[in-house]
């Protein structure tokens, strides 16, 4: 079979490296990314500098304060706002003592070390398989496909804390967890990056590389790996903010970072106590997490539609039309349901037409 063009209009998808200049004035023309932009590199900043700031303050985020806390109240900190004064700029953790401020900062390297490694881990897993099922034989994408339905279903919370629980406590926590939720979230990465590859290889360049003697490794490494840049970066923009989620979530449940290290869900889950004697101890973790979440999702979406513009052209135009919305289409700008390796009995040619 000849290999099939691009429909009028239409183009694999361009690595960033391609009018990667462009790409940037535009993402920085939109305010809203813009704004999450800073927001994003000013907690990267607070995150690296956690030492430094501790050790401005005074304080670091292990040491307790006894003498700061009411016993006739049950450990609530005296003093206004959680105990808030030149000493300790956000207060003290009720019923320990322990510097809010030196936490916070602290948590900020927790949660972003983790969701960007496990964010590298679902990437780098979901490219490997995904290329290999798209320039695999059948039995490998049937395989691969198979694999990754596997995993599309199963509860991955309460899986995500059996493992936590077998683990020795040892072993060191903020690499169980990037490993715990990389390990469980890169079918979504698999079956994008396959349905790009089942398309880009009928492409001619693909053809006359694979006429001239190319291996699999090489037409993959070569060929596809720019073209797939686009919609796996876009992908993991949006993988970024579920992950900050998803480290929060475990720690708060009791089965992520433990004490002294410090964590945002690990305060959330001690401030529930807490709410009502003292409400700033659990309104600034909420508001950090929320926050940085927020400000990946914004900064995703922008990236996503600068990157992929026939995507954003799609649902601009479905919603026009009274379309069904955004959510029926993945990071990628197709829907999942007709791309995913539920169709890996179908052969090439079926997929690049579907």
């Known amino acids: 079979m000849a290999p099939q063009q691009p429909r009028a209009g239409e183009a694999p998808a361009a690595s960033p490296a391609a009018g990667g200049p462009q790409v940037w004035r535009r993402l920085l023309a939109r305010r809203a990314a813009l704004t999450a932009g800073l927001v994003i590199v000013l907690l990267v900043l607070i995150a690296a500098a956690a030492p430094l700031l501790s050790a401005i303050e005074g304080q670091d985020p292990t040491s307790y304060h006894n003498d700061l806390l009411d016993s006739a109240a049950g450990g609530v900190p005296t003093g206004s706002f959680g105990g808030v004064s030149a000493e300790h700029w956000l207060g003290v953790e009720p019923g320990t003592g322990r510097d809010v401020f030196a936490r916070l900062v602290h948590g900020a390297r927790i949660s972003l070390l983790v969701a960007v490694g496990a964010t590298l881990v679902q990437v780098a897993i979901g490219v490997l398989l995904g290329l290999a099922a798209g320039l695999g034989n059948r039995w490998l994408d049937q395989l691969i496909g198979n694999t990754t339905e596997v995993m599309l279903a199963l509860p991955t919370l309460v899986f995500a804390i059996s493992l936590m629980a077998v683990v020795p406590p040892g072993f060191p926590r903020p690499l169980l967890l990037t490993l715990v939720i990389g390990l469980l979230g890169w079918a979504g990465t ?121 995507a954003a052209s799609r649902l601009r135009v479905g919603t026009a039309r009274g379309g069904s919305g955004p959510s029926k289409a993945g990071p990628s700008g197709a829907v999942p349901s007709s791309a995913g390796p539920s169709s890996a009995g179908r052969g090439p040619s079926e997929e690049a037409t579907a």
Do not use: C, H
């Open 190 to 310: 698999a079956r994008v990056v396959r349905a790009q590859t089942l398309s880009l290889r009928q492409l001619d360049y693909v053809a006359a590389a694979r006429l001239a003697g190319a291996t699999r490794w090489r037409i993959a490494r070569r060929e596809l790996l720019p073209s797939l840049a686009a919609p796996v970066i876009t992908y993991a923009a949006v993988l970024l903010p579920s992950n900050v989620v998803a480290e929060a979530g475990l720690s708060f449940l009791g089965v992520g970072v433990k004490p002294p290290t410090s964590s945002w869900g690990q305060m959330l889950s001690g401030a529930t106590t807490w709410f009502r004697a003292d409400p700033m101890y659990v309104l600034l973790p909420s508001a950090l997490l929320f926050t940085t979440v927020l400000a990946f999702t914004v900064l995703g979406d922008a990236v996503r539609t600068e990157l992929d513009p026939r």
